[in-house]
T-cell receptor
Framework: NAGVTQTPKFQVLKTGQSMTLQCAQD?????MYWYRQDPGMGLRLIYY???????DKGEVPDGYNVSRLKKQNFLLGLESAAPSQTSVYFC???????????????FGAGSRLTVL | EDKVVQSPLSLVVHEGDTVTLNCSYE??????LLWYKQEKKAPTFLFML????IEKKSGRLSSILDKKELFSILNITATQTGDSAIYLC???????????????FGQGTRLTINP
């Protein structure tokens, strides 16, 4: 009963370094999402993917890139990390997707990223 | 701009108390409102509300939506220490131009239940 799995759980980077957060889901969900959670800010959508091979920007996409080459995987990349990207990142997936109506997300456990 | 505001941001009560968490929203083309519970890790789904006045219940938790006044409440009766968590409210809005929906989250309410 894996659900949504994120790796790594913790990461410390120096300013300017690059890294990729990985997300995998085993529920055959069509849509996948990346959110970031900062104190007092709630969850903010970075990017989403309504289906394999398609991606769209969310509220806060600057400084990030994504890749959805396989239905079960959604990767979030930071090309040149900045301290403002220190946050907790959540991957989520859903069956119906953003275009199809009511949308219940299943979340991963989160990845805590610190950029020094 | 679409906005979801939760109150209070933080609440500390004693075990056995009843609590009410609030969520107000301003979104264009509302479709549904969702409540999530977030303990140490991933948010987990509690309720989805689409119609006014219909209470959703799950054990000691219940929630209701008022689409006229644009708010929802989440009630927890006979609270237990295991209810300590961040409670997130999210509203699904339809984006006419793009023909898609988006979820807008509130800041969350951090609830602490003391024994």
């Amino acid at each position: 009963n894996a659900g949504v799995t994120q790796t790594p759980k913790f990461q410390v980077l120096k300013t300017g370094q690059s890294m990729t957060l990985q997300c995998a889901q085993d529920m055959n969900h069509n849509s996948m999402y990346w959110y970031r959670q900062d104190p007092g800010m709630g969850l903010r959508l970075i990017y989403y993917s309504a289906s394999e091979g398609t991606t769209d920007k969310g509220e806060v996409p600057d400084g990030y890139n994504v890749s959805r080459l396989k239905k079960q995987n959604f990767l979030l990349g930071l090309e040149s990390a900045a301290p403002s990207q220190t946050s907790v990142y959540f991957c989520a997936s859903s069956r119906t997707g953003l275009r199809d109506g009511a949308n219940v997300l299943t979340f991963g456990a989160g990845s805590r990223l610190t950029v020094l | 701009e679409d906005k979801v505001v939760q109150s209070p941001l933080s609440l500390v009560v004693h075990e056995g108390d009843t609590v009410t968490l609030n969520c107000s929203y301003e979104v264009t083309n509302f479709r549904s409102l969702l409540w999530y519970k977030q303990e140490k890790k991933a948010p987990t789904f509690l309720f989805m509300l689409t119609s006014s006045g219909i209470e959703k219940k799950s054990g000691r938790l219940s929630s209701i939506l008022d689409k006229k006044e644009l708010f929802s409440i989440l009630n927890i009766t006979a609270t237990q220490t295991g209810d300590s968590a961040i409670y997130l409210c999210a509203v699904e809005a339809f984006i006419i131009i793009q023909g898609a929906q988006k979820l807008v989250f509130g800041q969350g309410t951090r609830l602490t239940i003391n024994p």
